[in-house]
Structure formats: C-alpha cells, structure tokens
C-alpha cells in the first residue's frame, strides 16, 4: 500500500511519499536509543511540563489538526475535533498522575528477611507502537502519553493512508519541548515492521489493528522474546433485555453504529434484543439509523462520512451481500450512492444466522446486524459466540441481570445502559482474539515498565 494522503470523499491522491530507506530507518533509531538516555533519567515534573505543553499545542492548533484528519480518512470534522481534546486530555491526565502510577510499592521487609524491600517501576526503552488510521490521533496518544511519562520513547509506524497526521504527531511532540529522539515518526510500509521489531535497539512494540496483523507482530516479538500490547478489534455485541429503557437504547445503538462512519473496534456491532421487545426496539432503531445524514464530512450536519479506504468499503459491500444472499433482509441503507468517494449509508441487516459472514466477522462501516433472542441465557451465548472480546454492551433495569452480564460476558470492558467507549481513567483492552495487554488507567502505563524488586539487607 502506497505512503500517500488519498480524501476518500473524493478518491483524489493530495501527497504521496517515499518509504524511508535503510539508512534514515537506522539513524532513526540511533536517535530513538540516545533519547531514551535522557529521557528515562529526567523527573515526572520535568516530563510532565512537556507533556502539558503537548496539550497546550493541541488545544491551541485543534481545528487545523482535525481538518487534517477529516481529509485523510473521513471522519467528521465535529468527531476530529473531539479526538483532539480527548488527546490533550490523555496529556494533561498522565502529566499530573504519572508519577504516582508508578510510585515504589514497600513490601513487608520483616517477611522476606530484610531491611527494606519495594518493587520499583522502570521503563523499557524506545518502544514501537504500529498503530491504525481509524483515530489517528487518539490511537497514537493514548500510548505515548502514559509511556513517554514513564520514560520510554516512542517509534511511529502509523497506517499508510495517514501520513500527514504521523508527521504532525512527531513535530507536536518536538515544539513541546521533547528532547530529540523522544517520539519519531517512521514513514515505512507493512514490509519493514518485522526489520525494526527484530532490531536489538527496540526494546517492546504495541499495535493496534487486525487480527492478522496483531498475530504477525505477536509471532515476530515472540522470536525476538520483546513484550508487545495488542488491540485487534471486535465484534462488541449490544444486548437489549426486556426491561431496557428502549428509546433510549436505540439511540445510543444508532450512535454507536455510526460512531467515526461506523469504523471503531469498540463499536457496537451485533445489537441482541429478546423477543419481547424486539419489534419495538427494531422500529425504532431502523428509525435511527434511517435518519443518519450522509454527506461531506467537513459539513456540520452530517453524521456519517465516507469510509478511509476504498477495500475497506468493497469489504463492507460483499458482507451485506453475502448475508442478503443467505437469507437476511436489508431494514434500512444497504446500497451506496453513485458518486466519487467511498461512500455507503447507516445500513440495518436483520435475520443473521451462522451461515453468514456477519455472524462472525468484525463489520467495519455503519452496518448493523440485529439478532432475535427468546431468553438471557440465548442473549449471552450469542454475545459470546465470537472470536473476539473487546467491549460489550448491556440494556437492563433489573441489578441481577446486570450483575450476570458483569460476570457472563467474555469481554474486557462491559458497558450497561451507556455506550462503550474508552476513558484515561479506566483499563483498555480485550480477551480472545481481541488481543492481549491494558492501555489507559494506571495500567497502561504500566505495561513497558520493568517491575524490579529491590531487597535490602
């Protein structure tokens, strides 16, 4: 796939750029490795002034950044915005927090025979996140924020359709005040990962994106024994019981589906109604759905812009039809319009059965598949007849079915009468073929940290 910025509201190519050759993906990480020397031994305080500055710059430069990301993979200029003071929100979280995620922990010196004993946290090193193009702001900086005020460095090999926003994280990150080295954007394709991983200058990698690419990068760590964080999409399922509050649950189902032109891993996907309120909830969730504006993304009335890439819409297409042709029926959306663009509308597919590919795989645009279930037992092993577990969503005024669905789903973040989404406040990640390892939270700074014992006698 070619390094360029391709609007795919107009299927125009604005800039294409060359790969890195071998020396600048060499000098790269030389810098990388002397950045980590003096970032790991400056304090919080000094990390966290730049890190403030960083949302500073962000809050300050917002409109430019999101019209930015807007015209590399379409998202709403209202969604881009957002995702550029939730960024600056992540910088200002870990800077003033930082420090006590990753105080020292005494241990109990008496019962180990000492005269102190504390586990202290220690970064790794230059740390490479390979990062998706769905939010390509948030992706990045949900782990560079906790891991650069931890004391790593950061090497961003972003997806291939977002550039210019790679280029613009790095420059963002240089006006703050970061030392030289701190955080670089490596302009490389999919075809050079495995050569940076493998190198003995990086010392941990996290990636977010498919399936395919998080068993790649897992097996390519796994040679190299390199602690990696993985997030590889899901299937979230959205379960409606008969006790919901259904207006309001068909509204948060239809913003949800559509959320970022249907293209979020957390996004519910599968929306599970038991029979007694199906029809209602359906009639007005199609409702929903049906009333999603189609349109320029840069317009303030639309709800739901083209989708990044022109395979991403093929793969979207063949799934609907494959489940048409398999006997489900299309409530609402289901054909995209005539025009430049890879566009295709908020789209409800009903009747989904295993013989469907959409009973199985993540579907990546507005396209909602909706299920039928006659008890809570049915409800849950739908939603948990999936390879994947990253979010999962529940519908339920009755605490013991909450209470359930806390413990029944397989999942790693459960949501009940909200729409899932993520919080600097709180762990982010899956289980099953969603990935392995936490982002945010304490935790996620966590995770390229080198959890040391100290004994003393």
Known sequence: MPIATVNPATAQVLKT????????????????????????????????????????????????????????????????????????YA????????????????????????HLAYAHYQPLGPVLAIMPWNFPLWQV?????????????????????????????????????????????LLIGSDAVERVLTDDRVR????????????SVAEIAGR????????????????????????????????????????????AKRFIVHADVY??????????????TLGDPLAADTDVGPLATEQGRTDVEEQVADAVGNGARVLCGGERPDQPGWWYPATVVAGITPRMRMWSEEVFGPVAGLYQVGSYDE???????????????AWTADPGEQERFVADLESGQVFLNGMTTSYPELPFGGVKNSGYGRELSAHGIREFCNLKTVWVA
């Open 141 to 185: 900086m949900r782990f560079a924020a906790p891991a650069l005020m931890a004391g790593n460095v950061g090497l961003l090999k972003h997806a291939s359709n977002v550039p210019q926003t790679a280029l613009r994280l790095e420059d963002l990150f240089k006006r703050a005040g970061f030392p030289e080295g701190a955080f670089q954007t």
């Open 224 to 267: 190299v024994i390199k602690k990696t964080v993985l997030e590889l999409g899901g299937s979230d399922p959205f379960v409606v019981m008969p006790s919901a509050d259904l207006a309001r649950a068909a509204e948060v189902a239809a913003t949800s589906r559509c959320l970022n032109n249907g293209q979020s891993c957390i996004s």
């Open 204 to 215: 941990a990698a996290t990636l977010t994106g498919s399936e395919a690419a998080g068993r």
């Open 379 to 393: 409800a849950v092993a739908v939603a948990n007849g999936t390879s994947f577990g990253l979010g999962a969503n």
């Open 17 to 88: 750029f060359d790969p890195m050759p071998e020396d600048r993906i060499d000098s790269t990480l030389d810098r990388a490795v002397s950045g980590f020397d003096k970032v790991r031994h400056l304090s919080f305080k000094e990390r966290g002034e730049w890190m403030r500055a960083l949302a500073d710059l962000l809050d300050d430069e917002r409109d430019d950044i999101a019209t930015l990301m807007t015209t590399e993979m379409g998202k709403t200029l209202a969604a881009a915005k957002a995702e550029v003071t939730k960024c600056a």
């Open 91 to 114: 910088c200002r979280f870990y800077a003033g927090r930082a420090a006590g995620f990753l105080a020292d922990e005494p241990a109990d010196p008496a019962a180990v025979g000492a």
């Open 279 to 292: 029809d209602a909830f359906a009639e007005a969730f199609v409702g929903r759905m049906s009333a999603m």
